[in-house]
T-cell receptor, first 114, second 114 residues
């Protein structure tokens, strides 16, 4: 079955360390997105990519980086510059440019800084 | 720029009574509008979406929403609440200006009492 796989489900990071969250999709979707969810804040957009080798900053990109070398993969790196990284991270994909439909969400990664 | 305002952070209803979750949006472009639901420790599920065809949109589990351009509103309703409706609900807007990324409201927590 097609879908989005996020790994790991839970992740612990020491302060000052970079950590990379994985997001893989087999839906043949062109567009991929990273969101951060905090209690009472809804989901906020970190980065998005509409095509391979191209990506744009979302509303809260500071302290994060991404790459899009393959259509199927959109990893997110949480750097030491991110002041408050403890949150729930959701990856999503959609059919592609010119469409807001056909969104699929992964099951998320819960990151905790210890 | 697009934005979404969910007017109530918490709504409490009795089982069997109507549900109204309010949402206002702003968008400089022709928006796409959605309602998503998130049950505790579960992923996001699409309830319904506005496709610019019919202004009254019917979704799953008896929910519906009406797009009112003059009021810039997209309120979610259900005639009779069920205990299983207790969850977090997100109103979402998307337009071409942000690459069709989803812009989430902060959420409304629905409590259903017996």
């Amino acid at each position: 079955d097609g879908g989005i796989t996020q790994s790991p489900k839970y992740l612990f990071r020491k302060e000052g360390q970079n950590v990379t969250l994985s997001c893989e999709q087999n839906l043949n979707h062109d567009a991929m997105y990273w969101y951060r969810q905090d209690p009472g804040q809804g989901l906020r957009l970190i980065y998005y990519s509409q095509i391979v080798n191209d990506f744009q900053k979302g509303d809260i990109a500071e302290g994060y980086s991404v790459s899009r070398e393959k259509k199927e993969s959109f990893p997110l790196t949480v750097t030491s510059a991110q002041k408050n990284p403890t949150a729930f991270y959701l990856c999503a994909s959609s059919i592609g440019r010119g469409s807001a439909y056909g969104y699929t969400f992964g099951s998320g990664t819960r990151l905790t800084v210890v | 720029a697009q934005s979404v305002t969910q007017l109530d952070s918490h709504v409490s209803v009795s089982e069997g009574t109507p549900v109204l979750l309010r949402c206002n949006y702003s968008s400089s472009y022709s928006p796409s509008l959605f309602w998503y639901v998130q049950h505790p420790n579960k992923g996001l599920q699409l309830l319904l979406k506005y496709t610019s065809a019919a202004t009254l949109v019917k979704g799953i589990n008896g929910f519906e929403a009406e797009f009112k351009k003059s009021e810039t509103s997209f309120h979610l309703t259900k005639p009779s609440a069920h205990m299983s409706d207790a969850a977090e609900y997100f109103c979402v807007v998307s337009d071409s200006n942000s690459g069709y990324a989803l812009n989430f409201g902060k959420g409304t927590s629905l409590l259903v009492t017996p």
